[in-house]
């Protein structure tokens, strides 16, 4: 019913030195966000290829020289000059494109599945989906604003949760299919809510994990509806997306915990559904206004 995979998505930091022998690199059937940075002039290209479908969305965090990047399609080598921080490539892993880079190199890797981008076409109402436009050293300000939101949580504990990245591969998806993409739009419907049965149903489910564990297409599935007709009918119900509900019923379940004194911070965060105490901290503060100490010294009986 959904596109998003069994595999959760995946985010992380790789860093390569000149003693890495990493000659391919083959993706899996998920969503992922992943930092690479070289720390020595590579001594050998990373061919890059995807178990499925795919295109790869890459964004320079910073300025290269030319000749500091290189870059191959089908085993021919696309020229290249220095290229800007926040560049994008978008390309099509079907290609195999090879890469190569001296030290300095610094860039945020998007693996974005066809289905999904599929999916999002079928429920924005757009037609068959083809061939992409792709691009290299582009600048796309979206692209760009995406990568830098993502650069503080990739390789730490406080990723976001697999729901957060379910919605932000449909996102990222939807803005390839508009700027990239040679479908066009077909009229559609007015948006409609979910069903009276349909909305107990996620709720249920969405309390019943509040650690976020639950993925956009456990939800999509109970409700006998594709990842992005939930996803928008869910919007339509509630008035937000399922990963913000989901976060504000987490704060409300950390408030019920911070009102008794004698519970430690660290074990409400984790008994709200938080990976620990910083990540708990920063989402309470951007939704209440105030640290969680502070609103215990306010309302803790």
């Excluded at 945020?108 to 981008?117: L, W």
């Excluded at 729901?163 to 591969?169: I, R, S, T």
Aim: glycine share 8%.
């Amino acid at each position: 019913m959904g596109s998003v995979g069994a595999l959760e998505p995946l985010t992380n930091t790789l860093r390569l030195d000149h003693t890495s022998m990493m000659s391919s690199h083959r993706y899996a059937d998920r969503f992922s966000i992943v930092r690479v940075e070289t720390v020595g002039d590579r001594a050998v290209p990373i061919r890059k290829s995807s178990n499925v479908p795919a295109l790869l969305v890459s964004v320079f965090m910073q300025p290269v020289v030319a000749d500091g990047y290189r870059l191959w399609f089908d085993g021919a080598r696309v020229p290249l000059g220095s290229i800007s921080a926040l560049s994008t490539n978008v390309v099509d892993l079907e290609a195999e494109p090879a890469m190569w880079g001296a030290s300095g190199l610094d860039y945020v890797h998007f693996h974005v599945r066809r289905s999904a981008i599929e999916e999002t076409a079928r429920g924005l109402g757009y037609g068959q989906v083809g061939a992409f436009r792709l691009t290299v050293g582009n600048h796309d300000a979206v692209l760009a604003q995406m990568a830098k939101m993502m650069l503080p949580m990739l390789g730490t504990p406080s990723a976001p949760i697999p729901l957060a990245l379910d919605y932000f591969e449909l996102i990222v998806g939807a803005h390839l299919l508009q700027r990239y993409g040679g479908a066009q739009p077909r009229p559609t419907a007015a948006k409609r809510g979910l069903a009276v049965w349909q909305q107990r149903r996620a709720t249920e489910l969405l309390r019943s994990t509040l650690d976020g564990s639950l993925r956009l297409a456990d939800l999509a599935r109970a409700c006998d509806l594709s990842v992005s007709h939930f996803a928008r009918s869910f919007k339509a119900s509630f008035g937000v997306t399922c990963h913000r509900w989901l976060m504000e019923r987490r704060i409300e379940r950390a408030q019920e915990l911070l009102a008794i004194a004698t519970i430690p911070l660290a074990q409400v965060a984790v008994q709200s559904g938080f990976a620990d105490q910083a990540a708990f901290t920063r989402s309470f503060h951007r939704i209440v206004g105030m640290t969680p100490g502070r609103w215990r010294r306010e309302h803790a009986r």
